[in-house]
């Protein structure tokens, strides 16, 4: 037990501990909004946790029955302990969820769920969940998901910087989550029911993909990669993996062919 | 003084069968409630119904299972209102079997799918239909069964039910009848009508 | 005022009529008490098995692992990792902190506290407890059928909880389980609603009542309306995987179904969210109670205090969305929701004051059920704030089915009902059994618990900040979880801390039932409710004759009173100066 404590001790110190407990690194265009009402939020707990530690542990030193052995008798019936209590349940209401609930509403609403419109020029992705692993499907060269001439992969994302990427969502056997630690975001994939996600990365590099929701025995194993390129090296790759893709698809395989049309 | 204090009790035993009586009938209302939440998302987001490629179920055996419930209902509702008197044995009777009847219905309307081949497994609507009907006639078993035992009151007291007590219980066994006959002609109308 | 003479019980004879088969609310209550502590052990022990995969992944369980897990050379398997947190969630939710809180003090407590002879309805009462029982060995058996328990989760979200995903017969036994403990605490909400409506004592208006029978009859009234949707789901649930329905097949996992798998997460959530409440609101009541009495002044604001308990009893039932987020409802439900859930901080706030109101200017008596208390407020501020995070939709979406949850909802359903409960074994243990159990490894209890929890639950929270999701037998396999090994070290050496402590608790507690000469005194707290005006242990009639009430519960350090004592009984004429 003690070598334990004694490596996590060493492991401590190599990584300071806020880096260690610190949110995965941000990637996305909008994740720092997530990360702004979390900060919030924390500042604001933080504040009224206080005013609780404060009023629990410095009532328990002033009026503990040494200190203080006559109560003060009162049923809190009077007017200004009303309008504390009142002040006090107002203020958090006010203070916190107020604030949070607009700032998440405006988010969601003007961002998170304002799908970019059909012309814009966006990458559409249409992902399948399955016991154990994540399939991908672009559209290639027609633009038409389902044909002939689409890129799969399997547990490979890839998808390039500085561009409004669009997901479609579907499950085959059970319940999935499609989870970005460094987009900040998550969305399920359910089996019958397509759902929808929009993201837009700023850095390049290789970041985890993970299942977040509980899907069996294998579930911590349902690991996909994101690379994300500059626009050249996506499609610098897109090229080549389209030619892949046409070079080695089975028609006669239906088993492929399992996209649909884009919603 | 007796009498003041019997009147208390029968008030008391009055309270309490009906408290218990409006919380256990609010337990039952949501088990249905959520069956019928269910029924009617599938219901309205479904582009048809019933889905394509099923038939509607013939309406026949459920209104015979309704003309039957309903039956059932009006004769316990004019035992409780004959006081429960001897000369009024045979709403009982009729009222009990009648109840039999309807559980018996149930199983000719499940034979009556399977033959036109409504199976459980063949979608979400013969599942709606299935486990609507398995429920219900779970809880109609549980009324014969309370039937049963309302008989047993009756015929231990002499059918002179003169304490309130008594008389709470055995309205209670009733009220419980009225209430799956509600829930049937719901499940009717939604289910097989509409 | 509703009132009659009751009856006063003979005394049982046999063992069986007394300890099995009893029909005393004070028998069934300890009943209960067995049950949870039981089932409190083996979910522990199911939590430190889950805490040491974490920490130590692919290293044999200590001690026990080679006897559990034989195949695996005393390394926990992954199909059993999965087993063993559904268990746990299920265990420690259905079958250990219901029957203490609601089960056990419950019955105990609320025909004692209004100042009835026992329960309306005795025989219901009993078969409650049978029924449990049933329940109870129904999910036990459930770990030994071929491919072994329930897997899926404690949410057991369809499609992975029907033939899917999960063939064996354990998810069918775990849903059957569920569905008979549901009867059951239905059966018991119905009693304990109509005893509180009908067999208070005369002069007791609602507002006399003590705060921990309000907790208890809202918990009630709670039960009796959500569990019958839990248990429809599960039953549509059982539908699927027996009989074949479609309810919650889709896409490819239905051949010919056009089910939808989100219906059971909404049936689950409608009742799931109300089941949170009905955990917490018996612990909320009891702390109301204990920080009035051990800081010698009467509850502040005990009327605001009730009423916030009653309004969020009424919010926590148009608020489940919010467990949804990640499925994409709409914007407009789920803004509702959000909107919605915010709104509970209000009343959460008005009694967090109250409870600092109550100790304000008291004369505090540090006693063991006063420290659980304060730790009570102390956790569940914790717990409360860290749902702000979950109840907004946009934090959400990251911290959604991350550790984040686990953290939140163990601080709040976890530390705060396991805190409160212990101090209502401590605080009614004199009147259950007639013994006190030991001051002193009380507190050594207490503190060692408090830092154990928070040292699990608050690594839970950096954990899931830092990107850990849930139920995940290895996180190590990704490389930005990688960072976190220190971190799980420590929380899993607090939890095996934690779990040391509770040992010390069921010594304590052994001890002063069967073994203790000493007998406790008829009022060792010095209180005032109805159930300390009789002897301890309570005898099973309770109440030579009905008391009548002419005070509130909260009578403590009138100044007026001049007979010596700091408090007056509810039994007594109210003291004015």
Redesign the interface.
């Known amino acids: 037990m003690f070598s334990v404590w004694a490596a996590s001790e060493v492991a401590k110190k190599e990584m300071g501990f806020w880096e260690m407990i610190s949110a995965p690194i941000d990637i996305s265009e909008n994740g720092h909004l997530i990360d702004w009402l979390f900060n919030y939020t924390t500042a604001m707990n933080i504040f009224f946790f206080a005013l609780v530690c404060i009023g629990l542990f410095g009532f328990s030193y002033l009026y503990s029955a040494k200190r203080n052995p006559k109560p003060y008798y009162t049923y809190g019936y009077k007017k200004n302990h009303v309008l504390i209590t009142t002040i006090i349940g107002v203020a958090v209401f006010v203070a916190i969820d107020m604030n949070i609930t607009r700032m998440s509403n405006n988010d969601y609403i003007g961002i998170f769920t304002n799908w970019p419109s059909e012309d814009e020029d966006i990458v559409r992705v249409e992902v399948l969940a399955q016991q154990w692993a994540w399939n991908f499907r672009y559209a290639g060269r027609d633009g038409q998901f389902n044909t002939e001439d689409d890129v799969v992969t399997l547990n490979d994302l890839r998808l390039p910087v500085g561009k409004k990427v669009v997901f479609q969502i579907l499950s085959k056997d059970v319940i999935h989550s499609l989870y970005f630690p460094n987009g900040r975001r998550k969305t399920d994939a359910i089996p019958g029911r397509i759902t929808r996600m929009w993201m837009q990365f700023n850095e390049t590099g290789t970041y985890d993909i993970a299942c977040a929701e509980m899907c069996g025995t294998y579930h911590y194993r349902m690991q996909a990669k994101l690379t994300t390129y500059s626009e050249d090296d996506y499609q610098r790759w897109l090229e080549e993996s389209q030619y892949i893709a046409e070079s080695t698809i089975d028609t006669e395989n239906p088993d492929l062919f399992w996209g649909w049309e884009w919603k | 003084m007796e009498t003041a204090v019997n009147n208390k009790i029968n008030h008391q035993a009055e309270l309490q069968g009906s408290v218990a009586l409006i919380v256990a009938l609010v337990s039952f209302s949501m088990l249905f409630a959520t069956l019928f939440l269910g029924y009617s998302v599938f219901r309205l987001t479904s582009d048809m119904w019933p889905p394509a490629g099923m038939a509607r179920i013939p309406l026949t055996i459920p209104t015979l299972s309704t003309v039957i419930v309903l039956v059932s209902s009006a004769f316990a509702w004019i035992l409780e209102k004959s006081g429960y008197e001897r000369k009024s044995m045979s709403f009982y009777f009729i009222s009990f079997f009648t109840g039999i009847g309807f559980v018996v219905c149930q199983f000719y309307l499940w034979n009556m799918l399977k033959t036109i081949g409504v199976f459980t497994n063949s979608g979400i609507y013969p599942s709606m239909i299935y486990a609507f009907t398995w429920i219900h006639t779970a809880h109609m078993v549980l009324g014969l069964i309370a039937f049963i035992y309302l008989g047993f009151l009756l015929f231990k007291n002499n059918w002179i039910l003169d304490d309130s007590i008594k008389l709470q219980k055995a309205n209670s066994v009733l009220r419980f009848w009225h209430f799956l006959a509600v829930i049937w002609l719901m499940m009717y109308a939604l289910l097989f009508v509409l | 005022m509703?009132?009659?003479?009751q009856n006063i019980h003979h005394p049982p004879k046999t063992f069986l009529s007394k300890y099995i088969f009893s029909y005393d609310h004070k028998v069934i209550g300890k009943q209960f008490l067995w049950y949870g502590i039981f089932f409190l052990l083996v979910g522990g022990l199911m939590a430190l098995m889950i805490r040491w995969a974490l920490a130590y992944p692919g290293e044999p369980f200590p001690v026990i692992g080679q006897f559990l897990f034989p195949t695996s050379n005393g390394v926990i398997p992954?199909?059993t990792y999965?087993m063993l947190f559904t268990m746990h969630g299920t265990i420690m939710i259905f079958y250990a902190i219901t029957p203490i809180l609601i089960g056990a003090f419950g019955n105990f407590c609320i025909p004692l506290m209004i100042g009835a002879r026992d329960m309306?309805?005795p025989l219901l009462n009993m078969l409650s407890f049978h029924i449990a029982a049933v329940s109870g060995f129904i999910l036990l058996a459930s770990l030994f059928v071929p491919l072994g328990a329930a897997?899926?989760?404690w949410t057991s979200?369809?499609?992975?909880s029907t033939l899917?995903?999960s063939p064996g017969t354990g998810q069918t036994l775990w849903s059957l389980a569920i569905f008979v403990l549901g009867v059951s605490s239905?059966m018991g909400?119905?009693?304990y609603?109509?005893t509180i409506?009908?067999l208070r004592a005369p002069g007791m208006g609602y507002f006399d009542m003590p705060l921990t029978v309000w907790g208890l009859g809202l918990t009630a009234v709670l039960n009796?309306?959500?569990?019958?949707?839990l248990?429809?789901?599960v039953?549509?649930l059982i539908?699927d995987r027996v009989?074949?329905?479609?309810?919650f097949?889709?896409?490819?996992?239905?051949t010919?179904?056009?089910?939808?798998?989100?219906?059971f997460q909404?049936?689950f959530w409608?009742f799931g969210h109300p089941e949170v409440y009905i955990l917490i609101l018996p612990a909320w009541g009891v702390v109301s109670d204990l920080l009035s009495f051990f800081?010698?002044?009467?509850?502040?604001?005990?009327?605001?205090t009730a009423l916030s308990m009653t309004t969020i009893t009424i919010l926590s039932t148009l608020v489940y969305g919010h467990h949804m987020f990640?499925?994409?409802m709409s914007?407009l439900l789920?803004?509702t929701f959000?909107?919605l859930t915010?709104?509970i901080?209000?009343?959460s706030?008005?009694f967090?004051?109250?409870w600092?109101?109550?100790?304000?200017?008291?004369?505090?008596?540090?006693t063991s059920p006063m420290l659980f208390s304060?730790g009570v407020?102390?956790v569940f501020?914790?717990g409360g704030?860290?749902g702000?995070?979950l109840g907004?939709?946009?934090?959400d979406?990251?911290l959604?089915?991350?550790y984040f949850v686990v953290g939140h909802f163990h601080y709040t359903m976890a530390a705060s009902v396991l805190l409160g409960s212990f101090a209502a074994v401590y605080f009614w243990m004199p009147k259950m059994f007639g013994t006190m159990m030991c001051e002193f490894w009380a507190k050594v209890h207490f503190w060692i618990t408090m830092l154990g929890l928070n040292g699990v639950f608050m690594g839970m929270l950096?954990?899931g900040?830092?990107?850990m999701?849930?139920?995940?037998?290895?996180?190590f396999?990704?490389?930005?979880l990688n960072?976190?090994?220190?971190?799980n070290?420590?929380t899993t050496?607090s939890a095996i801390v934690m779990g040391f402590a509770q040992i010390i608790f069921v010594v304590n507690f052994v001890h002063a039932v069967f073994f203790k000469k000493e007998k406790a005194s008829d009022n060792p707290w010095e209180v005032g409710t109805l159930e300390w005006t009789i002897p301890s242990p309570a005898p099973n009639y309770n109440f030579k004759e009905i008391p009548v009430v002419k005070c509130g519960p909260h009578e403590?350090?009138?100044?007026a009173l001049t007979n010596g004592r700091?408090f007056q009984y509810q039994t007594e004429e109210l003291a004015r100066g």
């Open positions: 509703a009132f009659f003479e992954p199909d999965a309306v309805f897997a899926g989760g979200y369809p499609t992975l899917i995903g239905t909400a119905i009693n609603i109509t409506i009908t009796a309306i959500f569990l019958p949707v248990g429809a789901g039953l549509l539908f009989f074949g329905t479609t309810f097949l889709a896409g490819a996992a239905a010919t179904g056009t089910g939808d798998p989100v219906l909404h049936v409608i800081a010698r002044k009467p509850a502040f604001g005990a009327k605001a990640t499925t994409q914007p789920t803004q959000m909107t915010m709104t901080s209000i009343p706030a008005i967090f004051a109250n600092l109101g109550t100790i304000w200017k008291g004369s505090i008596r540090f304060m407020v102390f501020g914790l704030l860290t702000l995070y907004t939709v946009t934090t979406l990251y959604h089915d991350t950096f954990m900040y830092a990107g999701h849930r139920r995940l037998y290895n996180p396999v990704y490389d930005f960072k976190l090994v220190p971190i070290e420590f050496i403590l350090g009138n100044p700091d």
